[in-house]
């Protein structure tokens, strides 16, 4: 690789921009792509970037392999209520930099969520300055529309790979309907994820929280293509 091109893709993984090194396999010529940008146009190399998954392809030029380097997983948990405890120690197990948000400052304490990034923020505020992507999951946990719909307002209006949302199936329908009110149509309404985590039963904090983390993975793993 070209010290130049080397120097491009440490100076982009530094900054956390979501790139694809493409090399030519029959003539050695290498570029870096940025397919989730608005001037891209390579469709195989967004789906690779999408899918986490680096892959060999035809193109005009001869065979390419297109090797990816990804934002780092993130999960924003908006509400430090009972449940976010369980679930960001699983979340950050699995390999997602956790960060909590809530203004309470009773709630999102270190004692309760240890060497984590909180934000003492109204979540619109906060979901702005992390600046979701597409490796983010966002789950919303707080029962309380003050907090949960700025939140979901912000990542239903960005490209996040989850959004999830703590409640009753009543809570959801009230939920829905108030963003369909703001403007949301039913395409932006079924990517929230209500009530929140798979179908197992889940009663204990530590139960629904693996139900949450159990919904995000196979979310995650969903082929984009």
């Known amino acids: 690789m070209k010290a130049e ?3 491009r893709l440490v100076e982009d993984r530094r900054n956390e921009r979501a790139t694809v090194l493409v090399t030519n396999l029959d003539t050695g010529e290498q570029t870096l792509l940025y397919p989730l940008e608005a001037d891209s146009e390579n469709e195989a190399a967004r789906t690779a970037l999408l899918n986490d998954r680096s892959q060999q392809v035809d193109g005009p030029d001869g065979r390419l392999f297109l090797q990816v380097h990804n934002t780092p997983l993130r999960m924003v948990l908006v509400g430090a209520v009972h449940v976010a405890q369980p679930l960001a120690r699983m979340a950050s197990y699995a390999g997602f930099a956790v960060s909590i948000v809530d203004p ?6 270190e004692a309760r969520f240890p060497d984590m990034d909180r934000l003492l923020s109204w979540p619109d505020v906060a979901l702005e300055s992390l600046g979701l992507d597409h490796r ?16 979901l307002v912000a990542a239903l209006g960005s490209p996040v790979f989850y959004i999830g949302a703590l409640g009753s199936r ?17 395409a932006a309404l079924a990517r ?34």
Do not use: Y
């Open 170 to 186: 009543m809570n959801q329908a009230k939920r829905l309907e108030r963003m369909e009110e703001v403007g949301f149509d039913d």
């Open 5 to 7: 091109l080397l120097s």
């Open 104 to 109: 309470r400052e009773a709630f999102n304490t």
């Open 192 to 225: 929230i994820h209500g009530p929140v985590g798979l179908r197992i039963g889940a009663r204990t904090p530590e139960e629904i929280a693996a139900a949450i983390m159990a919904e995000v993975i196979r979310e995650l793993s969903q082929d984009h293509s």
């Open 136 to 151: 983010t999951a966002v789950v919303i946990l707080t029962h309380d529309p003050k907090l949960d719909d700025p939140a």
